[in-house]
Each structure stands twice: as structure tokens, then as C-alpha cells.
Nanobody, 124 residues
Framework: QVQLVESGGGLVQAGGSLKLSCAAS????????MGWFRQAPGKEREFVAA????????YYADSVKGRFTISRDNAKNTVYLQMNSLKPEDTAVYYC?????????????????WGQGTQVTVSS
């Protein structure tokens, strides 16, 4: 079992920044990948960014490329999402997800564990 706990969400004005954290505990994640997804009201969950634990290769959705940065701290079993130049359309519940085996992916069905989500609201 893997437990994921997100934190760092909140209310911010357009153009501002937030940094989300996802602390993982339980099984080793050293061979897998972590992803961030988001879901806005009335919309489907969408991919935001992903990173693999070994090597640190990253992958971003086009909508956040150049504004968001995903990173990890292997010693702390924590993944971060630094979000800059936030826009009102970034408003959503943000979820982190863990994939135990395999490389990074934008498909939510390939992730094995999910956090409870953290709300990000960007005001205009």
C-alpha cells in the first residue's frame, strides 16, 4: 500500500504562484513514477505533469509547460509541483498519483494510488 498526502493548495490571484507537495509513504516508489492531475468542476480529470523517481525525467501537459515545474526529493519521498503565472483556468482540485512500476505517463488509468486532492483557486 502507498499513502499519498497533498498539501499547499489555496487561493491566489492570477499571475501568482503556489507550490504543492505530495508526501508518499508505504511501499518503495523507487522504480516508478509520480504524476499530478487536476479536475475542475464539471470537467474530466486531466494530466498536468509527471516525473520518474530514478533519473528525474519529466513530462508536462501543453497547458502548463513553461509555467509549472515538477520535482522530487527521493530522500523525503516527496514530489512537488511549483506553479507560476497562475491563471483562472488553473482552478481545480489537484491530485498526486503514484505508479509503482513503469515510466511516466499522462494516462490516469496507469497510476496505482491517488491522494485525496488539494484545492487550488486562482482569482482574476
Amino acid at each position: 500500500q502507498v499513502q499519498l498526502v497533498e498539501s499547499g493548495g489555496g487561493l491566489v490571484q492570477a499571475g501568482g504562484s503556489l507550490k504543492l507537495s505530495c508526501a508518499a509513504s508505504g511501499r518503495s516508489l523507487s522504480s516508478g513514477a509520480m504524476g499530478w492531475f487536476r479536475q475542475a468542476p464539471g470537467k474530466e480529470r486531466e494530466f498536468v505533469a509527471a516525473i520518474n523517481w530514478s533519473g528525474g525525467r519529466t513530462y508536462y501537459a501543453d497547458s502548463v509547460k513553461g509555467r509549472f515545474t515538477i520535482s522530487r526529493d527521493n530522500a523525503k519521498n516527496t514530489v512537488y509541483l511549483q506553479m507560476n503565472s497562475l491563471k483562472p483556468e488553473d482552478t481545480a482540485v489537484y491530485y498526486c498519483a503514484a505508479r509503482l512500476v513503469g515510466t511516466l505517463s499522462d494516462s490516469s488509468t496507469l497510476y496505482d494510488y491517488w491522494g485525496q486532492g488539494t484545492q487550488v483557486t486562482v482569482s482574476s
